[in-house]
């Protein structure tokens, strides 16, 4: 199974740039990286998606490197808004289930 | 306006009774999920259906039951087999299953057996 390992919490300020990186080292070969964002009492939202390289979108950039064990979500100039948890999912590859770890908790404080 | 439902936002049950929480989509997705969330903690896996009349268990499938007889519609029951049912429940739905699926999620239902 294509588990994940994230940090459980990170802090950060406004205005600057965050890095959350997500370890899969079973990820499957045609696993798809899927990171979402959850506020309290929310369903998830879908922040971002990629397979290798970069991926960039309005909101977030998604780096992976070439042997896809693991992937860094970049937020960019975060605010209080961004205090969230942050998953990273990828498909389970074989049933194409998906696993969604505990998450990272970012608080941004101003 | 496209979306997904879920309703009631909170219920609350007495122990030992069944109860049916509502899901409800009109994005004409054939997938859609049923994942618990405890505080704190991440989501885990109930069911998943991936066409009408078939579904999956999930991770934590014990207690639970559903049945997806419309499209639209994927209900989940959590019977009184359910050793500690009080957690936010979540539904979710997607074009199909596969990786780059992007799943959709409800509001959520907070359940409460007292």
């Not at chain 2, 439902?5 to 859609?32: I, W």
């Not at chain 2, 009408?52 to 009184?80: C, H, M, W």
């Not at chain 2, 500690?84 to 979710?92: G, H, K, R, V």
Request: aromatic content about 12%; glycine content about 8%.
């Amino acid at each position: 199974l294509a588990k994940t390992t994230q940090p459980i919490s990170m802090d950060s300020y406004e205005g600057q740039e965050v890095n959350i990186t997500c370890s899969h080292n079973n990820i499957a070969t045609n696993d798809y990286i899927t990171w979402y964002q959850q506020f309290p009492s929310q369903g998830p939202r879908f922040i971002i998606q990629g397979y290798k390289t970069k991926v960039t979108n309005e909101v977030a950039s998604l780096f992976i490197p070439a042997d896809r064990k693991s992937s860094t979500l970049s937020l960019p100039r975060v605010s209080l808004s961004d205090t969230a948890v942050y998953y990273c999912l990828v498909g389970d590859g074989v049933f194409n289930k998906f696993y969604f770890g505990s998450g990272t908790k970012l608080n941004v404080k101003p | 306006d496209g979306g997904i439902t879920q309703s009631p936002k909170y219920l609350f049950r007495k122990e030992g009774q069944n109860v049916t929480l509502s899901c409800e989509q009109n994005l004409n997705h054939d997938a859609m999920y049923w994942y618990r969330q405890d505080p704190g903690q991440g989501l885990r896996l109930i069911y998943y259906s991936q066409i009408v009349n078939d579904f999956q268990k999930g991770d934590i499938a014990e207690g639970y039951s559903v049945s997806r007889e419309k499209k639209e519609s994927f209900p989940l029951t959590v019977t009184s087999a359910q050793k500690n049912p009080t957690a936010f429940y979540l539904c979710a739905s997607s074009l199909g299953v596969g990786s780059t699926d992007t799943q959709y999620f409800g509001p959520g239902t907070r359940l409460t057996v007292l």
